[in-house]
Every structure is written in C-alpha cells, then in structure tokens.
C-alpha cells in the first residue's frame, strides 16, 4: 500500500534555512505528519469494521435458499409419489420463502431420476423422492449409474402407506392362516397378482410365502389396477394393493380384505387385521421420503427436515395423508438413514431367495 504524502499539496517561497519561520513551519509540518497517520489508521479501522458489518450482512442475505428448490420425482405425474412431492413442494415453499418445483424425471425404474439427483451439486437445491424402488433397485437391476448409498444422504421418511390383502369373495378363506392352509394344501395352485415385476406389490406378495413355508405362484400385471380387475373377476386368488385404490370394491363386496401390511391396523381400514398377527415380523408397506446428495450440508439437512416435518404433522395435512391411505411418519435423517439402510438389507434377502432379477 503506498504511503501517505504530508504536505500542504501547494508550493510556495521557501524560507532561509535556521530562521524563526522556517523553524515554526517545520514544526507544523511534523504535528501534520504525524496525525495523517492516526487519520489514515482511523479510516482504515472504520473501513474494516464496516466491511465485517457488511459480510456479516451478506452472509445473513445468503441464508439457505437463496433459489428455488428442484424436487426430483422419478415417476410420471399423477401417482402417489407424485402427490406427496408436490405436497413437500408445497411445505417447503411455505416454510422457507422460497419456490420449490416439482420435476417428473420418470424412466427406468426410478434410476433416470435418482442418477440426475445422485450426480447434482450437493447444495441443498435439488431433492430426490425416495420410495421402496431406490432400495429394491441395487438388487434387483445388474449395474446402476450411481452408488445408492455413498451418493445419496438421507432428509426424511414421511409416510408409510400400507397395503392391504385382498381376494375374490369365491375362494374359501376369511384370514392369512386359511389363505396359508389352502396354499399348503393345494402347492402352486394359489396365485397372486401384482403391478409388475419387481414393484412393492411383487415383493410384498413374495415375503408371505417365504415366510409361511409355502409356495404360491406370482402372475405380473401391466400395472397394479389390471392385477385388481384379476382378482375381481377371480383370475388369481389375491392381491396385495394399496387400499386407497381398492376400497370401494371392498365396501361394494367384490372384494374381500384379509389383512393389511403394516405391522400395526391401518386408520383407514381399522377393522382389518395386520397379516403380522399370523406372520409375526411380516411388514412389507410402500414408503416414501425425501432424500438429497451426499455431502450436503448438514444444516441444510437439518432445515428441510424440520419444514417438512412441521408440514406434514400439522393436523390437517395429517388428515388428509390418513384420508388417503398414509400413516404420517417424518423421521429425523438419522433415523431414516437407519431405516434406508434395513430396508436395502431386507429387500436384498427377500430378492434373492426368491430369485427376482430384473434385466
């Protein structure tokens, strides 16, 4: 930094050397000299504590989020995982004064989607819905283009939604334990539908006989409402399906539901038992969470967390998750990292002991 000039900045005659004037302007001359100094460091002192008020300031303006929030749904518009993103959407834009966007990247069994986010900056800007197919995926799908668990880090769980055991009113069982009696008595002949290979109600339908020691036969479906129309019409002996979906065929009597697949009663069909009553540890309910690249943030983590939860526990937003088959549940991301990774481990097993392999 260069120094600071003393002087009066104007020429003019100078004094004889040793004269009484001369002496008297060398002596105002050094007492200016030397306050320039204390002035210039004053200034600069002053500049400085500006300029930490004024980066203090920035950082508080630069407060997450400063942009809006993509939120990656790797499903077509319309479904259930759809809904609930559109619902965070909505929790997010609320509760942090910024827009967050709903972006359908449907395609590959979720894997388009959860590789756009598993590659994304890990800024807190781009979120993914997660769902019982980002854990079943790694087992089922030979190579991913991403790592599930090294590139994702977990936001939240927050809902299960279970599904219920439906068969056609002809076939003569009322409970799990009858439907397991007719199984081992007739092997291979009781069949069971689903939306297709490998979704939540395939591997959900596997676990009951693998469980039960019986073997039954699985027949995929172009969708879990085709596998109803099967079940209805008396096709296939049963069907696990979400009970939004089938609830008016239960109440109309085409349909008669034996259990639920939670491991407690659902509100919404609290008259039907839960098939753990007679398979104890059976658990096998859809779930969708929230979750964003590894490496963001923990205090990013820990806001979006606490948006969500405090959305979706408010008590009408709670009512209408029930409404619609959905057990609130907004778990902390430590706790949703505890329970990604055993449901990853427990899909994994059940995957291959039923010798599932999607190419």
Request: charged residues 20%; proline residues 8%; aromatic residues 4%.
């Amino acid at each position: 930094m260069a120094g600071v000039a003393c002087g009066s900045g104007r020429e003019g005659r100078a004094s004889p050397p040793g004269s009484r004037k001369a002496v008297h302007n060398e002596e105002a001359m050094q007492r200016k000299c030397a306050f320039v100094p204390r002035a210039a460091r004053w200034v600069l002192a002053t500049a400085a504590s500006l300029s930490v008020f004024a980066g203090a300031g920035a950082a508080h303006g630069q407060a997450y989020p400063v942009k809006p929030i993509r939120i990656i749904v790797p499903f077509a518009p319309g479904g259930a995982t759809d809904i609930l993103g559109r619902l965070v959407a909505q929790k997010l834009t609320e509760g942090l004064g910024q827009q967050a966007i709903v972006e359908n990247r449907a395609g590959g069994g979720t894997v388009i989607g959860t590789d756009i986010v598993a590659k994304s900056p890990a800024d807190g800007y781009t979120l993914l819905m997660t769902s019982t197919s980002t854990v079943t995926n790694p087992s089922l799908l030979r190579k991913l283009p991403f790592d599930t668990l090294r590139d994702l880090t977990a936001v939240t769980q927050l809902v299960s939604s279970p599904n219920v055991l439906v068969i056609h009113p002809s076939l003569p069982v009322k409970s799990v334990r009858e439907l397991i009696a007719l199984a081992r008595a007739k092997p291979d002949q009781v069949t069971f539908g689903s939306g297709g290979n490998g979704t939540s109600t395939h591997l959900g339908g596997e676990i009951l006989p693998l469980m039960a020691g019986v073997r039954m036969v699985h027949v995929p479906y172009k969708g879990a409402g085709p596998a109803t129309i099967a079940v209805i019409s008396g096709e296939i002996s049963w069907q696990l399906v979400a009970i939004l979906s089938v609830v008016p065929h239960i109440r109309s009597g085409r349909l008669r539901a034996i259990a639920v697949s939670s491991a407690q009663r659902a509100s919404i069909l609290p008259d039907v038992p839960p098939v753990a009553d007679t398979l104890p540890g059976f658990e096998a309910s859809p779930w969708t969470g929230v979750s964003a690249p590894a490496g963001t943030p923990k205090e990013v983590i820990s806001r979006l967390q606490q948006v969500i939860a405090k959305g979706f526990t408010a008590p009408e937003t709670r009512e209408r998750l029930a409404q619609d088959g959905n057990e609130v549940v907004v778990s902390t991301p430590e706790q949703f990292d505890v329970f990604f990774r055993a449901q990853m481990e427990k899909w994994a097993k059940v995957i291959k002991d039923a010798g599932i392999r999607l190419e």
